[in-house]
């Protein structure tokens, strides 16, 4: 297993290479250089195994859990291997000294090698190095999850198409991991609590060793207390001759009760993850009538947006979707959205390139724009119902993202504005958003824009104002 061998790799050369005997290959002499030598021939082997390596979406539960320990060591070690071959590695790091004195001494070694001779690797295998850090990142925060701690989420409308779609992945550990056990609190109409009995006992026909419990509840108070997280999927759909005004009017109504019944959650510590549409003003309304959730503990999804353009890149350009960075859904989940690639960059046969220099304009401006903005309408004319697999799987990746973070890399969240590119403070906005390991997020600031762009941002930027204008009367004062 290639994590088995970095470590070892990296424990047996610190046997006979001592710190204190360290210096760069130009200096060594002797037994000290023919041991540099081993450990770089050692080194490119190692890169060269893993740069053809594609991590698994999903450990293993025999890795996880039946070798926890040892894999939580692999894991850490690659991580440093990996980031000592694309940065100055600071021996004064506090990461650094987390590891043990044979492996410290380890790093020391392979960074003095490195430094003399294998830096045409990082051109040859970097895009591979890169692309599974985020990866390692993940696992490593899988691995130091306390078993003993679940996590609570709530979801609205469980038992309609999105939230039944959503609730066998998050219950299996596909969200969190297979060693955080899932609470799972969930909300319905007194109505459709019949069809959410029959949702549960599927729940408990798969045995998820993750799931500890779930509970369904007509009562939003009841469904929040003490929540990590809650997904608001129910809404009111609009329906034949119902007016846009109306559709507010009636998800004001929802949104407004169940941000009120948010006081019952952990507060500040509570994340919430706005999926009914409109789904940006349904946000906006929550947040403004949760007292103790502040609005930035509030996202409106424009996740499956930010999919769908992914895809639509990577099928044009021939590429795996996580070779894609930079992309931007810019506004409202709706059809006045601006998706984005003039920050784009793709990973082509191993060189990161402007996505400008790989899709034609007139692709992009006659099809890529219309297709991710009106996705939602062709799914429906196609199949005759609204987009429920990829809206529960969008939902999910967002929560994901939040709880674990993005390891740099950049997503598309609607998060509330506080006047970021001319935006509205207090609109929620869709923006470029980058999420820590903290469970916070950061806004990517200060992109250049150009007129066309612009044009498109403050359309969809009118389309939120005369939203939140419309049901403006029904927030609190």
Same mark, same amino acid.
């Given at each position: 297993?290639?994590?088995?061998?970095?470590? !070892?790799?990296?424990?047996?050369?610190?046997?006979?290479?001592?710190?204190?005997?360290?210096?760069?290959? &130009?200096?060594?002499?002797?037994?000290?250089?023919?041991?540099?030598?081993?450990?770089?021939?050692?080194?490119?082997?190692?890169?060269?195994?893993?740069?053809?390596?594609?991590?698994?979406?999903?450990?293993?539960?025999?890795?996880?859990?039946?070798?926890?320990?040892?894999?939580?060591?692999?894991?850490?070690?690659?991580?440093?291997?990996?980031?000592?071959?694309?940065?100055?590695?600071?021996?004064?790091?506090?990461?650094?000294?987390?590891?043990?004195?044979?492996?410290?001494?380890?790093?020391?070694?392979?960074?003095?090698?490195?430094?003399?001779?294998?830096?045409?690797?990082?051109?040859? !295998?970097?895009?591979?190095?890169?692309?599974?850090?985020?990866?390692?990142?993940?696992?490593?925060?899988? &691995?130091?999850?306390?078993?003993?701690?679940?996590?609570?989420?709530?979801?609205?409308?469980?038992?309609?198409?999105?939230?039944?779609?959503?609730?066998?992945?998050?219950?299996?550990?596909?969200?969190?991991?297979?060693?955080?056990?899932?609470?799972?609190?969930?909300?319905?109409?007194?109505?459709?609590?019949?069809?959410?009995?029959?949702?549960?006992?599927?729940?408990?026909?798969?045995?998820?060793?993750?799931?500890?419990?779930?509970?369904?509840?007509?009562?939003?108070?009841?469904?929040?207390?003490?929540?990590?997280?809650?997904?608001?999927?129910?809404?009111?759909?609009?329906?034949?001759?119902?007016?846009?005004?109306?559709?507010?009017?009636?998800?004001?109504?929802?949104?407004?009760?169940?941000?009120?019944?948010?006081?019952?959650?952990?507060?500040?510590?509570?994340?919430?993850?706005?999926?009914?549409?409109?789904?940006?003003?349904?946000?906006?309304?929550?947040?403004?009538?949760?007292?103790?959730?502040?609005?930035?503990?509030?996202?409106?999804?424009?996740?499956?947006? !930010?999919?769908?353009?992914?895809?639509?890149?990577?099928?044009? &350009?021939?590429?795996?979707?996580?070779?894609?960075?930079?992309?931007?859904?810019?506004?409202?989940?709706?059809?006045?959205?601006?998706?984005?690639?003039?920050?784009?960059?793709?990973?082509?046969?191993?060189?990161?390139?402007?996505?400008?220099?790989?899709?034609?304009?007139?692709?992009?401006?006659?099809?890529?724009?219309?297709?991710?903005?009106?996705?939602?309408?062709?799914?429906?004319?196609?199949?005759?119902?609204?987009? &429920?697999?990829?809206?529960?799987?969008?939902?999910?990746?967002?929560?994901?993202?939040?709880?674990?973070?993005?390891?740099?890399?950049?997503?598309?969240?609607?998060?509330?504005?506080?006047?970021?590119?001319?935006?509205?403070?207090?609109?929620?906005?869709?923006?470029?958003?980058?999420?820590?390991?903290?469970?916070?997020?950061?806004?990517?600031?200060?992109?250049?824009?150009?007129?066309?762009?612009?044009?498109?941002?403050?359309?969809?930027?009118?389309?939120?104002?005369?939203?939140?204008?419309?049901?403006?009367?029904?927030?609190?004062?």
């Amino acid at each position: 297993m290639l994590f088995s061998r970095s470590l !070892h790799l990296l424990q047996r050369q610190s046997v006979s290479m001592p710190t204190t005997q360290v210096r760069s290959y &130009a200096s060594a002499e002797g037994e000290e250089k023919d041991s540099l030598e081993k450990l770089m021939k050692d080194m490119r082997a190692s890169l060269d195994e893993f740069g053809k390596t594609r991590l698994p979406d999903v450990p293993s539960k025999d890795a996880i859990l039946r070798h926890r320990d040892s894999q939580k060591a692999d894991y850490k070690v690659l991580h440093d291997t990996i980031n000592s071959t694309e940065t100055d590695y600071d021996p004064f790091d506090k990461d650094f000294y987390a590891l043990s004195p044979a492996q410290q001494d380890a790093v020391r070694a392979w960074r003095a090698a490195y430094d003399a001779q294998i830096s045409p690797l990082s051109d040859k !295998h970097g895009s591979a190095l890169s692309r599974g850090l985020s990866r390692v990142n993940t696992l490593i925060a899988e &691995a130091d999850a306390p078993m003993e701690n679940p996590v609570v989420v709530a979801i609205t409308g469980a038992a309609g198409n999105i939230g039944y779609s959503a609730l066998f992945r998050l219950a299996s550990g596909g969200v969190f991991g297979p060693k955080v056990p899932v609470v799972l609190r969930l909300l319905e109409l007194p109505g459709a609590l019949g069809a959410l009995e029959g949702v549960v006992m599927e729940l408990n026909d798969c045995a998820f060793p993750t799931l500890k419990s779930v509970s369904t509840h007509s009562d939003a108070e009841e469904a929040f207390s003490g929540i990590d997280y809650a997904l608001l999927v129910g809404a009111q759909p609009r329906t034949k001759g119902m007016e846009r005004g109306d559709l507010l009017s009636a998800n004001a109504e929802i949104f407004s009760a169940q941000g009120k019944a948010l006081k019952k959650s952990k507060g500040a510590e509570t994340r919430v993850i706005v999926v009914g549409n409109p789904a940006n003003t349904n946000a906006l309304i929550a947040s403004a009538n949760a007292s103790t959730v502040p609005a930035k503990n509030f996202i409106a999804m424009t996740r499956l947006d !930010h999919n769908r353009g992914l895809a639509q890149i990577a099928a044009k &350009a021939s590429v795996e979707v996580d070779e894609i960075d930079r992309f931007v859904i810019w506004g409202n989940h709706s059809a006045t959205q601006f998706p984005d690639v003039t920050h784009a960059v793709i990973n082509k046969n191993g060189n990161w390139q402007e996505a400008s220099a790989l899709l034609d304009a007139q692709w992009l401006n006659g099809t890529f724009i219309p297709t991710v903005q009106k996705r939602g309408a062709e799914i429906i004319a196609a199949r005759g119902a609204s987009s &429920a697999a990829s809206a529960g799987s969008s939902a999910l990746d967002q929560l994901r993202d939040w709880h674990f973070g993005t390891n740099n890399k950049w997503t598309s969240a609607g998060v509330v504005s506080n006047g970021e590119y001319g935006v509205e403070q207090g609109l929620f906005y869709s923006y470029p958003v980058v999420f820590n390991n903290e469970k916070e997020y950061d806004i990517v600031r200060h992109l250049p824009i150009t007129p066309a762009a612009a044009k498109l941002m403050e359309a969809t930027h009118q389309e939120l104002i005369a939203e939140r204008d419309a049901i403006s009367h029904l927030l609190p004062k």
